[in-house]
């Protein structure tokens, strides 16, 4: 009796066995991925990407051209031109940084500006400091 | 008197209907426009053909870079027909380009991100005042304002730049910029490791 079931585990193993490991390749093959990109999906639709829009690293070109004016897919770049072509008040334009108030001129409307801005913030602090 | 109220009916129908809401205002990349989210759910609060509005957007950005941002006033008439402006690319976008640096810094007045010169702000102030919003002020104005913006950015704005230092500045910022990111990129996984 013993030996009948020993029997039958192996042609179990040799032949039911090795037939049913093949039984899964007769699945329909996965349909390739397309070449392009696909767009993600979100609940709504296509969710809108954000593209990565590459920026000039040659030194020379920065300095000569505005790169970035031109953003039509026609057309050049705006070429520097020498000094003399741009307006005077162009070099005597503040890139410092905010002027203090001690050296704003107090017949400037600027001044006047500045110093109710910082009178308003003043008093805006102290009124914060009043318990009731 | 019958006829007084029949001229008072004809005149109201001729009375236009102004519409009171509020213009949308937003910056849609160039021919990129799609109907999902953040576009799709704006427009579909006003009731704009979304399909039709994408549609006409892209073609009307055909002949520009893809992906240009581009800041776009939509005013939407009562009829569901809209109005579409679009105006030239953010002040921010052309000065980082033009400074050739791809994001500004996370603490201006602290560290500098790039460099332009006078001339480069004085063409996109060119550039920008030609805008609707900016079409009063003068060229004056359009710079100071442009030096505001370049210092918010991180970018500094001088008389003049050697191209060969400007290089090696680049060189090092983009080891700034990617040890940051790094940093970055580690809290946010620390971050995820406590909620989680």
Redesign the interface.
């Known amino acids: 009796m013993t030996s009948l079931t020993a029997v039958f585990q192996m042609a179990r193993q040799r032949l039911i066995a090795p037939a049913i490991g093949n039984w899964a390749r007769f699945y329909a093959a996965k349909p390739a991925a397309p070449a392009g990109k696909k767009?993600k999906?979100?609940k709504?639709?296509?969710?809108?990407?954000?593209?990565?829009?590459p920026?000039?690293?040659d030194?020379?070109k920065?300095?000569n051209y505005?790169?970035?004016?031109n953003?039509?897919?026609?057309g050049e770049d705006?070429k520097?031109?020498p000094?003399s072509e741009?307006?005077d008040?162009?070099?005597t334009?503040?890139?410092e940084?905010i002027v203090p108030l001690d050296e704003l001129d107090p017949n400037s409307k600027q001044y006047w500006r500045r110093l109710r801005k910082l009178a308003l913030r003043r008093n805006n602090q102290l009124s914060k400091l009043k318990k009731f | 008197m019958s006829k007084a109220a029949g001229k008072l009916k004809s005149l109201k129908k001729t009375v236009e209907r102004v519409t009171h809401t509020s213009k949308l205002k937003t910056n849609?990349?160039?021919g990129?426009?799609?109907?999902?989210?953040?576009?799709?759910?704006m427009l579909?609060q006003r009731a704009i053909n979304i399909a039709a509005f994408c549609k006409d957007f892209n073609a009307k950005t055909a002949?520009?870079?893809?992906?240009?941002p581009l800041p776009c006033r939509i005013s939407v008439n009562s009829d569901r027909s809209y109005d579409l402006a679009i105006h030239h690319?953010p002040a921010t976008?052309?000065l980082?380009?033009?400074?050739?640096?791809?994001r500004g810094t996370m603490t201006p007045?602290k560290e500098v991100a790039g460099m332009i010169?006078?001339?480069?702000l004085?063409?996109?102030a060119a550039?920008k005042i030609q805008d609707p919003p900016n079409v009063l002020l003068t060229?004056?104005q359009m710079?100071?304002m442009l030096?505001s913006i370049a210092?918010t950015c991180g970018i500094?704005?001088?008389?003049e730049?050697d191209?060969?230092a400007?290089?090696e500045f680049?060189e090092e910022r983009k080891l700034i910029v990617e040890q940051q990111r790094r940093e970055l990129q580690e809290k946010r996984e620390a971050k995820m490791l406590r909620t989680g």
């Not at chain 1, 296509?46 to 593209?51: F, G, L, S, V």
């Not at chain 2, 002949?63 to 240009?68: F, T």
């Not at chain 2, 010169?117 to 480069?120: A, I, M, N, P, V």
Request: net charge positive; aromatic share 8%; hydrophobic share 45%.
């Open positions: 767009k999906l979100g709504l639709g296509p969710i809108m990407e954000k593209k990565v829009i920026v000039e690293t030194a020379n920065l300095v505005v790169c970035g004016s953003y039509m897919k026609t705006i520097i031109k000094d741009y307006p008040w162009l070099w334009l503040n890139t940084g | 849609i990349p160039a990129m426009a799609a109907a999902g989210p953040p576009l799709g759910p579909g002949e520009m870079k893809e992906g240009v690319p976008f052309f980082k380009q033009a400074a050739g640096i791809q007045g010169t006078l001339k480069h004085y063409e996109i550039i060229m004056q710079c100071e030096i210092r500094k704005v001088v008389r730049i191209p060969a400007y290089g680049l």
